[in-house]
T-cell receptor, first 113, second 110 residues
Framework: DGGITQSPKYLFRKEGQNVTLSCEQNLNHDAMYWYRQDPGQGLRLIYYSQIVNDFQKGDIAEGYSVSREKKESFPLTVTSAQKNPTAFYLC????????????FGPGTRLLVL | DQQVKQNSPSLSVQEGRISILNCDYTNSMFDYFLWYKKYPAEGPTFLISISSIKDKNEDGRFTVFLNKSAKHLSLHIVPSQPGDSAVYFCAASDRYQLIWGAGTKLIIKP
């Protein structure tokens, strides 16, 4: 049963804390993406990776970091430098370029305590 | 500066009637457009797409129309069903990334 999993579903962050959101896919897709969704706005690209050990910044990468050590995994770290982290975070994957259909995980909602 | 705009935050339609969701874009370099559907607490799922070389693409109850001169596309759902109640996102591609609209919440009334 192929798909994308994200964990946790809800995450709470304290001031000054780094937190890591997990994203795993078993679709054998080369490309993976992280988006942020805020109320009343479209999805905004944080980072994307088209191949293992390579990734590029999206429009709103400041305060975030990623790694792509395995094809299946693309974790996102929200660092303390991200001053407004409260949002819904979506991970997606596609076979290759953004023109390919992107498949999304169920999302992680991050809240600041 | 929003390059992809969905100006209606919500739309209410009677079951069985036609739902029309609209999307405008500003960048003439966009050459591929997609619609995604999203239920609460789930990720978006791909619905239908259209290349800029076409002006219409149909898939069952869903039809997307593209008017390049007006930089406008629309999604038609006929007939509308209760399961169509969701948020619909329009997205445009410039070959490097997808630019997303803010979404339109469609409510199908029984």
């Amino acid at each position: 049963d192929g798909g994308i999993t994200q964990s946790p579903k809800y995450l709470f962050r304290k001031e000054g804390q780094n937190v890591t959101l997990s994203c795993e896919q078993n679709l054998n897709h080369d490309a993976m993406y992280w988006y942020r969704q805020d109320p009343g706005q479209g999805l905004r690209l944080i980072y994307y990776s088209q191949i293992v050990n390579d990734f590029q910044k999206g429009d709103i990468a400041e305060g975030y970091s990623v790694s792509r050590e395995k094809k299946e995994s693309f974790p996102l770290t929200v660092t303390s430098a991200q001053k407004n982290p409260t949002a819904f975070y979506l991970c997606a994957s596609s076979r290759g370029t953004p023109l390919e259909t992107q498949y999304f995980g169920p999302g992680t909602r991050l809240l600041v305590l | 500066d929003q390059q992809v705009k969905q100006n209606s935050p919500s739309l209410s339609v009677q079951e069985g009637r036609i739902s029309i969701l609209n999307c405008d874009y500003t960048n003439s370099m966009f050459d591929y457009f997609l619609w995604y559907k999203k239920y609460p607490a789930e990720g978006p799922t791909f619905l239908i797409s259209i290349s800029s070389i076409k002006d219409k693409n149909e898939d069952g109850r869903f039809t997307v129309f593209l008017n390049k001169s007006a930089k406008h596309l629309s999604l038609h759902i006929v007939p509308s069903q209760p399961g169509d109640s969701a948020v619909y996102f329009c997205a445009a591609s410039d070959r490097y990334q997808l630019i997303w609209g803010a979404g339109t919440k469609l409510i199908i009334k029984p």
